[in-house]
C-alpha cells in the first residue's frame, strides 16, 4: 500500500514538473508580433524624409532661451557632426552657414539671465527666419523640452520657427495635441518624432549624415 501511495506521489510530481516548465516557457516567450521599439523609430526617422536634408556648415541657436539649446548642442556632440554654437546669434551673423538648427521653445528665466525681453528675442527669431529664407539657409527646428516648453510664450517661438522649416525633430511629449504633426502635414515639412531626448541623435544622424 506505501509503495503504491509513494509511486503516485511520484507521478504527480513529474506531471506537475511537465506542465509547470511548459507554462513557464510559453509565459516568457515574445509575442509574435513584437515590434522592438527602437526598430520603429529608425523607420519613422527614415520615412520621414530627413534624411540626407541639412548641409554644413551648421550653426545651433535659439528661439526663447531655454536649456533645450544646450541639450541640443551636446547631442550633436555625440553624433561628431560639427557645429557653431550660439544662442543667440544675430540674423547678421548667419550668413556664413548652410543650415540653422533651431531649439525652438521659451524659458522666461533663460530669458531674463541673458538679458533678452521675449518681444526683443520674437523680433530676432523673425528676422533670422527671414533672412535664412532670402538667402537659402535651411533651417531645421528641434524641440526638445516637452509639455514644458509649450504654452503661449514658447508656441510663439515654435510658430516662427516652423514657419519656413526644411525638417522637424520632436520630442513626442511635446506633441500631444499634434501640432507638429498639423504643421509637417500642411507644409509639407519632414517630420522625425522620437520617444527620449536621447533618441533625437538618430533624427539628427540622419539628416546631416
Known amino acids: 500500500m506505501r509503495k503504491n501511495i509513494i509511486l503516485l506521489l511520484i507521478g504527480a510530481l513529474v506531471v506537475f514538473s511537465v506542465f509547470g516548465c ?65 544662442p543667440v546669434v544675430t540674423s547678421e551673423a548667419i550668413s556664413d552657414y548652410k543650415t540653422i538648427v533651431i531649439a525652438a521653445g521659451a524659458s522666461t528665466k533663460g530669458l531674463g539671465a541673458a538679458g533678452i525681453k521675449p518681444e526683443e528675442e520674437l523680433e530676432r527669431a523673425q528676422l533670422i527666419v527671414d533672412f535664412a529664407i532670402a538667402n537659402d539657409i535651411k533651417i531645421v527646428v528641434a524641440h526638445l523640452g ?11 517661438f515654435i510658430d516662427i520657427a516652423v514657419s519656413e522649416a526644411s525638417g522637424l525633430i520632436v520630442v513626442a511629449e511635446g506633441n500631444e495635441d499634434g501640432y507638429f504633426n498639423t504643421v509637417s502635414e500642411d507644409k509639407s515639412i519632414p517630420l522625425a518624432v522620437v520617444e527620449t531626448i536621447s533618441s533625437v541623435v538618430t533624427p539628427l544622424e540622419e539628416a546631416f549624415k
Open 146 to 156: 516637452g509639455g514644458s516648453r509649450r504654452g503661449d510664450l514658447s508656441d510663439q
Open 22 to 86: 511548459s507554462n513557464s516557457s510559453a509565459d516568457n516567450a515574445p509575442a509574435e508580433n513584437t515590434v522592438v521599439e527602437a526598430s520603429t523609430e529608425v523607420v519613422e526617422v527614415v520615412e520621414s524624409g530627413l534624411v540626407g536634408l541639412g548641409e554644413s556648415p551648421i550653426l545651433v541657436t535659439s528661439f526663447g532661451q531655454s536649456a533645450d539649446v544646450a541639450m541640443l548642442k551636446a547631442l550633436f556632440a555625440k553624433t561628431g557632426i560639427e557645429i557653431t554654437y550660439d
